[in-house]
């Protein structure tokens, strides 16, 4: 387990996630550079922290392969989270997702094999695809899509990242991580990409009708950002974690209708729920996932503890963070 001061390079760190890491990297006495070219993060994120004497922010792009060489300079750990995200943003510029998800990764990973440099590569649930499973392990096959329908693209994109972090680990030991984040929901998470949660509880605080799609029978489990970041940094300065893959999140499923009236009750909403049709958000041939539960054995075992908040203290965080901002 490697501890001490370090230097750490969150890239994504004005993100959902990211920012949420960096501050918990900075109350641990890390020093922190964030680079992040705020596509889909915001400055506000870093609010609580902009004035961290421990901090640097650089805004601008991991395809920018110079700066990517400059702001590895000197860090011990990196926790690459900057990608292209969401099912939707991903289909709707399938190029912008090549660029930002696969080509940077390549060159972070040389960078870290020449430097000695540890790292932690955010991936996703999406790589299992439409694996039929009633829950997931990490060796799972993958069961994607036909490249024709561009929704599988995100999943794609990071099943190469995790192949070339693979490799890279075989052939040069970096000492890197591999995490597969599983609905990870909590404050500063934003809806306009599609996450359901945030979308839920701004429509409910607003008494606006839901929308649930197709027959709302499917299937997730939802993480509080606060564990997961905990499970990362775990895992990242743990040596016998290096050179693995582990699924992160909840393992406490819920169907999306239960989620729409449970986000109604507990915001005391006059909203109705209503079922559409996927179609009309995503176009005729999307294809979603009817069930995504994740085996927490392999992340229990080698932390001794997996993410333990409840569906409603998430809830309850997040609808507290959105009245807060009325
Ligand atoms: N939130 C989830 O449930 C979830 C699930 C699975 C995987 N993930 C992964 O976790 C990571 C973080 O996701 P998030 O939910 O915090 O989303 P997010 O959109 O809030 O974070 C991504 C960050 O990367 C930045 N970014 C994007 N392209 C960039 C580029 N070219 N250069 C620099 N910065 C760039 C964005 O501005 C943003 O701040 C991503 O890699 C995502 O694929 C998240």
Redesign the pocket.
Known sequence: MTTGSQHCLV????????SHLTEQLLDAGHAVTV???????REENLSAVRDHEKLTFRK????DPVLLTEVMRGVDTVYH??????VKLVADDPVRTIE?NIY?TETLLRHAAQQNIRVFL?????VYGKNPKEQWTEEEDLVLGPTSKPRWAYGCS?AIDEFLALAYHRKYEIPVVIG??????GPR?VGH?G?VIPRFVDRALANEPLTVFDDGQQVRCFAHVDDVVNAVVKLTNDDSAAGQVFNIGSDFPVTIKSLAEQVVALTESSSEIQLEPYHTEYGSDFEDVRRRVPDLTKLQAQLGEKPTRTLEQILRDVIAEKRGQC
């Open positions: 890239t994504g760190g004005a993100g959902f996630i990211g680079i992040d070219d705020l596509s889909t993060g601008g792009s991991i395809t989270l900057a990608a292209a995200v969401g930002t940077p955010a991936s996703t649930s999406e990071k597969r984040f599983f609905n990870v929901v998470q990409y996450m």
